[in-house]
């Protein structure tokens, strides 16, 4: 099973309520006391996602009495796998495709060696076509794309 954690899921809603609070580039900044809560993720979690989405540079923390958290690119201009990246590391299915040499005990005699790369560029290309705009936008229902968004339902891949 394909699981992004939970880490990651956190750091989409936190992105994704700094854009809903206005707070993008040039924009106000929130706190994490004030993620939380208007998240309800706990705040040592969220001082994590901010920490982490930091070092990424899709946030950017502001200093002194005003200070807090505000993105550094509006959501339209984040690819979902950047965020997923950033958290959880290089979007692989298996840990030969990223590892390199020696990652795996089985490569000198691994008979699908190399064939897992279309698969996971393949992965990549369709989170990195999906923006963090996508999944911030408003609500709708299933099968409904919002105008603009791709329909991200089963619904709408095609029968074989």
């Given at each position: 099973m394909l699981r992004l954690s939970k880490l990651t899921d956190y750091a989409v809603v936190v992105m994704a309520r700094l854009a809903h609070d206005g707070a993008g580039p040039d924009g106000r900044v929130q706190t994490a006391p004030?993620?939380?809560?208007?998240?309800?993720?706990a705040e040592p979690t969220v001082a994590k996602v901010l920490k982490i989405l930091g070092q990424a540079g899709l946030v950017e923390g502001v200093r002194g009495a005003r200070g807090g958290y505000r993105l550094t690119r509006m959501l339209p201009a984040v690819p979902l796998a950047e965020v997923i990246a950033a958290v959880d590391g290089p979007i692989a299915l298996t840990a030969c495709v990223d590892g390199g040499a020696g990652a795996c005990e089985a490569e000198a005699f691994c008979a699908v060696r190399g064939r897992w790369d279309p698969v996971n560029d393949a992965i990549r290309?369709?989170?990195?076509?999906?923006?963090?705009?996508?999944?911030?936008?408003?609500?709708?229902?299933?099968?409904?794309p919002a105008p603009g968004r791709p329909d991200l339902s089963l619904a709408s891949i095609p029968a074989e």
């Open positions: 004030g993620l939380a809560a208007a998240t309800g993720i290309r369709a989170l990195s076509g999906i923006t963090m705009a996508d999944l911030a936008g408003p609500a709708h229902c299933p099968g409904h």
